[in-house]
T-cell receptor, first 114, second 112 residues
Protein backbone atom coordinates (compact mmCIF):
# COMPACT_ATOMS: atom_id res chain seq x y z
CA UNK A 1 0.00 0.00 0.00
CA UNK A 2 1.60 3.24 -1.20
CA UNK A 3 -0.56 5.44 1.00
CA UNK A 4 -1.98 7.22 -2.04
CA UNK A 5 -5.71 6.70 -2.50
CA UNK A 6 -7.51 7.15 -5.76
CA UNK A 7 -11.25 6.97 -6.18
CA UNK A 8 -13.12 5.56 -7.91
CA UNK A 9 -11.13 2.51 -9.04
CA UNK A 10 -13.27 2.01 -12.10
CA UNK A 11 -15.57 4.36 -13.96
CA UNK A 12 -17.70 3.76 -17.02
CA UNK A 13 -19.40 6.71 -18.62
CA UNK A 14 -20.79 7.86 -21.94
CA UNK A 15 -19.28 10.19 -24.49
CA UNK A 16 -19.99 13.84 -23.80
CA UNK A 17 -20.18 13.35 -20.04
CA UNK A 18 -18.05 14.86 -17.30
CA UNK A 19 -16.29 12.97 -14.51
CA UNK A 20 -14.16 13.83 -11.50
CA UNK A 21 -11.28 11.67 -10.34
CA UNK A 22 -10.01 12.08 -6.83
CA UNK A 23 -6.57 11.59 -5.34
CA UNK A 24 -5.62 11.68 -1.68
CA UNK A 25 -1.85 11.93 -1.25
CA UNK A 26 0.22 10.29 1.44
CA UNK A 27 0.09 12.08 4.74
CA UNK A 28 2.61 14.92 4.67
CA UNK A 29 3.13 14.93 0.92
CA UNK A 30 2.66 18.34 -0.69
CA UNK A 31 3.08 17.38 -4.35
CA UNK A 32 0.47 15.65 -6.49
CA UNK A 33 1.11 14.52 -10.06
CA UNK A 34 -1.44 13.24 -12.56
CA UNK A 35 -0.67 10.85 -15.43
CA UNK A 36 -2.70 9.22 -18.19
CA UNK A 37 -1.82 5.79 -19.54
CA UNK A 38 -3.57 4.40 -22.60
CA UNK A 39 -2.78 1.94 -25.36
CA UNK A 40 -3.07 4.65 -28.02
CA UNK A 41 -1.08 7.43 -26.43
CA UNK A 42 1.14 5.58 -24.01
CA UNK A 43 2.08 7.24 -20.76
CA UNK A 44 1.62 10.98 -20.50
CA UNK A 45 2.28 13.42 -17.73
CA UNK A 46 -0.71 15.70 -17.26
CA UNK A 47 -0.09 18.16 -14.44
CA UNK A 48 1.77 18.73 -11.17
CA UNK A 49 0.54 20.63 -8.13
CA UNK A 50 2.59 21.59 -5.11
CA UNK A 51 0.91 22.86 -1.96
CA UNK A 52 -2.12 24.05 -3.87
CA UNK A 53 -0.29 25.71 -6.74
CA UNK A 54 0.23 24.45 -10.27
CA UNK A 55 3.94 23.72 -10.79
CA UNK A 56 4.15 22.08 -14.20
CA UNK A 57 1.80 21.30 -17.02
CA UNK A 58 2.15 18.49 -19.52
CA UNK A 59 -0.12 17.22 -22.27
CA UNK A 60 -3.33 18.11 -20.52
CA UNK A 61 -6.22 18.84 -22.85
CA UNK A 62 -8.28 21.99 -22.45
CA UNK A 63 -11.28 19.76 -21.68
CA UNK A 64 -9.39 18.56 -18.60
CA UNK A 65 -8.71 20.56 -15.49
CA UNK A 66 -7.28 19.86 -12.08
CA UNK A 67 -6.90 21.47 -8.72
CA UNK A 68 -5.34 20.78 -5.35
CA UNK A 69 -7.36 21.73 -2.31
CA UNK A 70 -6.19 23.16 1.04
CA UNK A 71 -6.29 19.68 2.57
CA UNK A 72 -3.91 18.66 -0.29
CA UNK A 73 -6.21 16.21 -2.00
CA UNK A 74 -6.50 16.73 -5.72
CA UNK A 75 -9.22 16.31 -8.29
CA UNK A 76 -8.91 15.81 -12.03
CA UNK A 77 -11.97 16.89 -13.96
CA UNK A 78 -12.54 15.47 -17.42
CA UNK A 79 -15.34 16.96 -19.50
CA UNK A 80 -16.90 16.42 -22.94
CA UNK A 81 -15.50 12.93 -22.79
CA UNK A 82 -14.47 11.16 -25.98
CA UNK A 83 -13.79 7.48 -26.63
CA UNK A 84 -10.08 8.28 -26.79
CA UNK A 85 -10.13 9.48 -23.19
CA UNK A 86 -10.51 5.88 -22.05
CA UNK A 87 -7.36 5.22 -20.06
CA UNK A 88 -5.83 4.49 -16.69
CA UNK A 89 -5.34 7.72 -14.75
CA UNK A 90 -2.66 7.61 -12.10
CA UNK A 91 -1.86 10.12 -9.43
CA UNK A 92 1.32 10.20 -7.40
CA UNK A 93 2.44 12.19 -4.43
CA UNK A 94 5.77 13.21 -2.99
CA UNK A 95 7.05 15.38 -0.18
CA UNK A 96 9.07 17.65 -2.41
CA UNK A 97 8.23 19.68 -5.50
CA UNK A 98 10.90 18.18 -7.72
CA UNK A 99 10.39 15.47 -10.32
CA UNK A 100 13.50 13.73 -9.07
CA UNK A 101 12.00 13.16 -5.65
CA UNK A 102 10.64 9.74 -4.78
CA UNK A 103 6.96 9.64 -5.66
CA UNK A 104 4.36 7.17 -4.51
CA UNK A 105 1.68 6.08 -6.91
CA UNK A 106 -1.95 5.25 -6.39
CA UNK A 107 -3.53 2.20 -8.00
CA UNK A 108 -5.16 4.32 -10.65
CA UNK A 109 -8.68 5.00 -11.88
CA UNK A 110 -9.62 3.06 -14.98
CA UNK A 111 -11.93 5.21 -17.06
CA UNK A 112 -13.93 3.64 -19.85
CA UNK A 113 -15.86 5.94 -22.17
CA UNK A 114 -18.55 4.19 -24.19
CA UNK B 1 7.27 18.50 -30.48
CA UNK B 2 9.51 16.49 -28.22
CA UNK B 3 9.80 12.80 -28.90
CA UNK B 4 11.32 9.93 -26.96
CA UNK B 5 11.97 6.59 -28.64
CA UNK B 6 12.70 3.17 -27.16
CA UNK B 7 12.77 -0.36 -28.48
CA UNK B 8 9.62 -2.10 -27.30
CA UNK B 9 10.93 -5.50 -26.19
CA UNK B 10 14.08 -7.00 -24.67
CA UNK B 11 14.69 -10.54 -23.44
CA UNK B 12 17.69 -11.55 -21.38
CA UNK B 13 18.78 -14.57 -19.36
CA UNK B 14 18.85 -14.36 -15.59
CA UNK B 15 22.28 -13.27 -14.44
CA UNK B 16 23.14 -11.47 -17.69
CA UNK B 17 23.29 -7.71 -18.10
CA UNK B 18 20.38 -5.86 -19.69
CA UNK B 19 20.85 -2.69 -21.69
CA UNK B 20 17.79 -0.62 -22.49
CA UNK B 21 18.28 2.22 -24.94
CA UNK B 22 16.45 5.49 -25.46
CA UNK B 23 16.79 8.39 -27.85
CA UNK B 24 15.23 11.81 -27.44
CA UNK B 25 14.88 14.86 -29.64
CA UNK B 26 14.57 17.81 -27.26
CA UNK B 27 18.02 19.37 -26.94
CA UNK B 28 16.81 21.52 -24.05
CA UNK B 29 16.11 18.46 -21.89
CA UNK B 30 17.68 19.05 -18.52
CA UNK B 31 16.73 15.90 -16.67
CA UNK B 32 16.44 12.37 -18.01
CA UNK B 33 14.78 9.61 -16.05
CA UNK B 34 14.27 5.89 -15.97
CA UNK B 35 11.05 4.54 -14.48
CA UNK B 36 9.97 0.95 -13.87
CA UNK B 37 6.38 -0.26 -14.05
CA UNK B 38 5.49 -3.71 -12.79
CA UNK B 39 2.24 -5.38 -13.88
CA UNK B 40 -0.81 -3.66 -12.39
CA UNK B 41 1.28 -1.06 -10.60
CA UNK B 42 2.18 2.59 -10.95
CA UNK B 43 5.59 3.92 -11.81
CA UNK B 44 8.72 3.70 -9.73
CA UNK B 45 11.50 6.20 -10.36
CA UNK B 46 14.65 4.10 -10.68
CA UNK B 47 17.19 6.78 -11.37
CA UNK B 48 17.72 10.06 -13.15
CA UNK B 49 20.62 11.95 -14.66
CA UNK B 50 21.20 15.62 -15.08
CA UNK B 51 22.15 16.68 -18.59
CA UNK B 52 25.66 17.83 -17.63
CA UNK B 53 26.56 14.30 -16.50
CA UNK B 54 27.82 11.44 -18.68
CA UNK B 55 27.28 8.57 -16.33
CA UNK B 56 25.57 7.71 -13.09
CA UNK B 57 25.85 4.45 -11.19
CA UNK B 58 23.53 3.25 -8.47
CA UNK B 59 24.10 -0.31 -7.27
CA UNK B 60 23.16 -2.59 -10.20
CA UNK B 61 22.03 0.31 -12.37
CA UNK B 62 24.28 2.32 -14.68
CA UNK B 63 22.95 5.21 -16.74
CA UNK B 64 24.95 6.50 -19.69
CA UNK B 65 24.13 9.76 -21.42
CA UNK B 66 25.48 10.80 -24.81
CA UNK B 67 24.18 14.32 -25.10
CA UNK B 68 25.64 14.85 -28.58
CA UNK B 69 23.68 11.90 -29.97
CA UNK B 70 20.75 12.44 -27.58
CA UNK B 71 21.07 8.83 -26.46
CA UNK B 72 20.39 7.47 -23.00
CA UNK B 73 20.90 3.92 -21.82
CA UNK B 74 20.12 1.95 -18.68
CA UNK B 75 22.27 -1.05 -17.86
CA UNK B 76 21.04 -3.51 -15.26
CA UNK B 77 23.78 -5.79 -14.03
CA UNK B 78 23.06 -9.37 -12.92
CA UNK B 79 19.47 -9.17 -14.13
CA UNK B 80 16.98 -11.04 -11.96
CA UNK B 81 13.46 -12.33 -12.65
CA UNK B 82 12.18 -9.55 -10.40
CA UNK B 83 13.52 -7.06 -12.92
CA UNK B 84 10.90 -8.16 -15.45
CA UNK B 85 8.80 -5.05 -16.03
CA UNK B 86 8.27 -2.18 -18.44
CA UNK B 87 10.99 0.46 -18.33
CA UNK B 88 10.16 4.01 -19.39
CA UNK B 89 12.67 6.60 -20.39
CA UNK B 90 11.54 10.20 -19.84
CA UNK B 91 12.85 13.72 -20.22
CA UNK B 92 11.91 17.08 -18.77
CA UNK B 93 12.99 20.66 -19.21
CA UNK B 94 13.29 21.30 -15.50
CA UNK B 95 13.10 19.53 -12.19
CA UNK B 96 9.41 20.27 -11.65
CA UNK B 97 8.25 18.26 -14.64
CA UNK B 98 7.89 21.00 -17.22
CA UNK B 99 7.70 19.51 -20.74
CA UNK B 100 7.82 16.05 -19.22
CA UNK B 101 7.70 13.41 -21.98
CA UNK B 102 7.77 9.62 -21.64
CA UNK B 103 8.97 7.09 -24.16
CA UNK B 104 6.76 4.16 -25.18
CA UNK B 105 8.39 1.81 -22.70
CA UNK B 106 10.59 -1.28 -23.14
CA UNK B 107 9.16 -4.56 -21.89
CA UNK B 108 12.02 -6.49 -20.29
CA UNK B 109 11.53 -10.23 -19.97
CA UNK B 110 14.03 -12.12 -17.84
CA UNK B 111 14.26 -15.80 -18.70
CA UNK B 112 15.36 -18.30 -16.04
Amino acid sequence: DSGVTQTPKHLITATGQRVTLRCSPRSGDLSVYWYQQSLDQGLQFLIHYYNGEERAKGNILERFSAQQFPDLHSELNLSSLELGDSALYFCASSVEATATAEAFFGQGTRLTVV
Amino acid sequence: GEDVEQSLFLSVREGDSSVINCTYTDSSSTYLYWYKQEPGAGLQLLTYIFSNMDMKQDQRLTVLLNKKDKHLSLRIADTQTGDSAIYFCAESGDNYGQNFVFGPGTRLSVLP
